[in-house]
Every structure is written in C-alpha cells, then in structure tokens.
C-alpha cells in the first residue's frame, strides 16, 4: 500500500497524457502495479524501482491507448487545478490556451506520431527507450519522432 501512495499519482499522470481518458489511465495504473507485484523478482536493483514501474505503466497505457483507440473530445478535456501547472489566473490562462492549442494538434497526428512525441517529450524516454517500448528499432524510432515533430510544426503555424 505504502508504494501505491508513493507513486500512483505520478504514474496516473503519466497514463493519463497517453489515453486521456480518466477511466483508462487509473486501469494502467492499477494492471501496472498488479504486474510489478507478479514480476518482483524481475527487477534486479538496476535503475530506480520507481522507473521500472513507470516503464510498465506506460506500456499498460499504450495498450490500452492501442486497444480503445480514444480520442479526446474538447469537452472531455478537464481544466482542473491539479493537472494545471500554474496557479496564478493570468499564467494560467495562457497556459490553457497554449496547451489547448497544442492538445488540438497533437490530436491531429496519427497515433503512431502522438505516442512517439508523448514519450520523448512528456515522460522524457530516450530513443533507445523508445525503441524498447514499442518493439521499433531505434533508426526507426528517431525517424519517426523527427516526422512527427516536422507533422506537429506544421499544424502549430
């Protein structure tokens, strides 16, 4: 239980940026945590727990992203302050106009594009990561971040 309360809420944020979707993200989270208890003796002490379990969470977040194939609705964004990263009401603002602007975007790319950005920047996985993750090889893999990021440039201007 202490280990769930230490890193659930990270790791819900996390799941969360892949599937959008509440429902889904708390599912990774809990099938992450299920299978880190099954595989305990799998870790073996190289790295921090806390990334070995947000390695399984992310890949449970993918799977279920690739499973339901969800797309965020604008009236199924949530503003809510605990997902904001700023607190003053004028940052704050242009924070969401600019995350709505690049949410939209995001949106617009295939899924393929979505995931490889989504990892890169938001939960900061290198290429070799990467390439670990989606079962890619890592020519592929920065391949596909760098037409991603060319695809998402156009759609910002």
Known sequence: MELYQRFSQNLYYSAYRIVKNTEDALDAVQEGFITAFQRLEQYNGEGSF?????????????????????????????NNAELSIYQEENSTFTFELEKGKLEKALNQ????????????YLEGYDHQ????????????CRTTLSRAREQLKKLLI
Request: hydrophobic share 40%; no cysteine.
């Open 50 to 78: 806390e990334g070995w379990l947000h390695k399984i969470v992310v890949r449970k977040s993918i799977a279920y992203y690739k499973k339901n194939k969800r797309f965020v609705r604008n009236d199924q964004l949530e």
């Open 109 to 120: 790319l295939n899924d393929r594009y979505q995931i490889i950005l989504k990892l890169y």
């Open 129 to 140: 990561e990467i390439s670990e993750i989606m079962n890619w090889s890592p020519v592929n």
